[in-house]
C-alpha cells in the first residue's frame, strides 16, 4: 500500500530531553550479555489497517528467533484513516520510513516494507528478497562493522561499542529501542476486521543515546526510561549519518530485560 498523505518529520532531538538520562559509563559488573555479532538489523513498517501486512508480520516472528538477525516492527500511522486507528503505530517511524526514502533517492514508501541494514528495502512479505537483502547489504564491509554489546547491572543498562573494525567508518549515531517482543492485536475494524495479529519486537519507543566517533566508548541508560506496559527487551544500534539522513548500519545488539 502506498501512502496519500505524507508525514510530519521527526522533531528534532533536544539536548534538554536527555539531561540527566544518559551518562557515561561507570565502571560495573556484567550480569547478562546481549547477542553478540549480528549480520543484520531488519526493520518492517506495518500497519494494522493493512491488509497486505499479517504475512510480513509473520516473516518477522520468524527472523527474530535467529539470533544471527536483530527483527524489529515499526508500525506507522498514515494508514489510520481507513478505518481502524493502529494501536502501536508512531509518527516517528512513519517519518523514519520517509527519510529512507529520500535517502534512497526514491518515493518508495508503503507497507509492508522492510529496510534491511539501513540501506535495501524490499517487500515485507518476500522472505527470499529479505534474505537477499541481507546478502547483498553485507557485501559492504562498514555493514556491521561495530562491535556493540548491551548489559544490565541494577537498574540501568550498559552500552559499549568498540573501535571500527574499518578504518573508513568513524561516525555513527548511537540509539536505543524499547521492545515489546510480543503484542497480540484483535482488530475489529477496516481491511483486517476479525482478524487477531501478533506483533513481533515491536519498538515502543526509541531515544538517541549519544554519538560514536570511533573509539571505544561507553554510555548508561536507566531502564526506568525505557520500561512501559509490554516492554521486555531492548535493543541498540549504530547507524550511519542522523535521524533526518539515516545511512547503513554500522552494528547492533539485543538484550531481554526479565
Known amino acids: 500500500m502506498t501512502p496519500m498523505t505524507a508525514s510530519n518529520l521527526v522533531s528534532r532531538w533536544s539536548g534538554a530531553l536527555w539531561s540527566g538520562a544518559l551518562g557515561i559509563c561507570a565502571i560495573v559488573a556484567v550480569i547478562r550479555p546481549a547477542h553478540a555479532d549480528p549480520r543484520a538489523v531488519v526493520e518492517l513498517f506495518t500497519s494494522q489497517g493493512c491488509s497486505s501486512c499479517p504475512p510480513a508480520d509473520q516473516i518477522i516472528g520468524d527472523l527474530s528467533k535467529d539470533p544471527s538477525i536483530i527483527a524489529l516492527s515499526m508500525p506507522i500511522d498514515y494508514w489510520d484513516y ?58 559492504n564491509d562498514s555493514v556491521m562493522s561495530v562491535p556493540v554489546t548491551m548489559s544490565l547491572a541494577g537498574k540501568q543498562i550498559n552500552v559499549s561499542v568498540a573501535a571500527s573494525k574499518e578504518p573508513a567508518v568513524s561516525h555513527g549515531e548511537v540509539w536505543i529501542c524499547s521492545i515489546a517482543r510480543s503484542v497480540p492485536i484483535s482488530i475489529s475494524r477496516g481491511e483486517n476486521r476479525g482478524q487477531q495479529v501478533i506483533y513481533h519486537n515491536v519498538v515502543r519507543n526509541l531515544l538517541k543515546v549519544g554519538d560514536w566517533t570511533g573509539r571505544p566508548e561507553s554510555w548508561t541508560v536507566p531502564i526506568e526510561n525505557l520500561t512501559r506496559d509490554g516492554v521486555d527487551a531492548a535493543v541498540v544500534y549504530v547507524q550511519d549519518g542522523n535521524r533526518e539522513k539515516p545511512g547503513p548500519m554500522l552494528g547492533a545488539a539485543y538484550t531481554s530485560l526479565h
Not at 98 to 119: C, F, H, I, K, L
Open 82 to 139: 481507513l478505518g481502524w486507528k493502529d494501536t502501536l503505530a508512531d509518527s516517528r517511524f512513519s517519518a523514519r520510513q520517509r527519510a529512507y526514502s529520500r535517502m534512497r533517492g526514491d518515493r518508495e514508501v508503503y507497507t509492508p516494507q522492510v529496510v534491511v541494514n539501513g540501506s535495501a528495502h524490499v517487500i515485507g512479505s518476500d522472505r527470499a528478497g529479505i534474505e537477499n537483502a541481507i546478502g547483498n547489504t553485507t557485501k
